[in-house]
């Protein structure tokens, strides 16, 4: 499978927040959001078979690994690799974009479903497939990232749709406006938790490797 980078830091997003974790990022996505963050993994990488990657993160004293990208699901490897992890006692978080049906992941109990629903200012959100929502589970996480009023408005009609099972993060595109997120939260009164990407709080909007 083509591996972007592997790397060992601080999750800064979702239930994970604050914890150590190892990286394990694929190449290529069939996504293109205006306000992506990881465009240097569209297609750079390098060739590793499932039994490299996990030899390289197994490098970290760290026994969670979030398989992010990229769209991690987009690789066939990607599921081999999970299955290979949690068999290892890995405790996964997987990391995917919405735009690609989750069903062969809902009957791992081991894994963390992180999904992610785009809103309009991405561009992408016609591509979403929103069955996936309702098969998420109590354990698992959805994201939706949030630039403006449009997409707060838009985010909230999905949840009271949809109904998630699991928590729910309402997310601000990296440089807008936090605190007004906040606000609209609050005066609205919705059981969801404000993400914030706390890694580039501490670190900036750059690569941590």
């Not at 604050?18 to 990286?23: D, I, R, T």
């Not at 190449?27 to 963050?37: A, E």
């Amino acid at each position: 499978m083509k591996i972007n980078e592997i790397f060992y830091s601080i999750q800064g997003e979702g239930k994970w927040t604050g914890l150590p974790n190892v990286f394990i990022r694929t190449t290529g996505c069939n996504l293109r959001c205006l306000y992506c963050d990881t465009k240097y993994a569209y297609e750079k990488g390098i060739e590793k078979t499932i039994e490299e990657t996990i030899s390289e993160a197994g490098k970290y004293n760290c026994k969670k690994i979030c398989v992010t990208g990229g769209e991690p699901l987009i690789q066939k490897e990607t599921l081999k690799l999970i299955d290979k992890l949690i068999k290892k006692n890995y405790k996964i978080s997987l990391e995917t974009n919405g735009s690609i049906d989750i069903t062969p992941l809902t009957n791992k109990a081991k894994l963390i479903i992180s999904l992610d629903i785009k809103c309009p200012s991405s561009k992408m959100h016609e591509k979403m497939i929103f069955e996936n929502i309702k098969k998420l589970k109590q354990k698992d996480q959805l994201k939706l990232i949030i630039k403006n009023k449009n997409d707060y408005e838009y985010a909230k009609e999905i949840i009271n749709k949809y109904k998630p099972a699991c928590t729910t993060f309402f997310q601000p595109v990296w440089g807008t406006n936090s605190k007004l997120l906040a606000d609209w939260i609050i005066k609205d009164g919705l059981n969801v938790k404000l993400g914030l990407q706390i890694h580039k709080i501490i670190w900036g909007n750059k690569r941590r490797i």
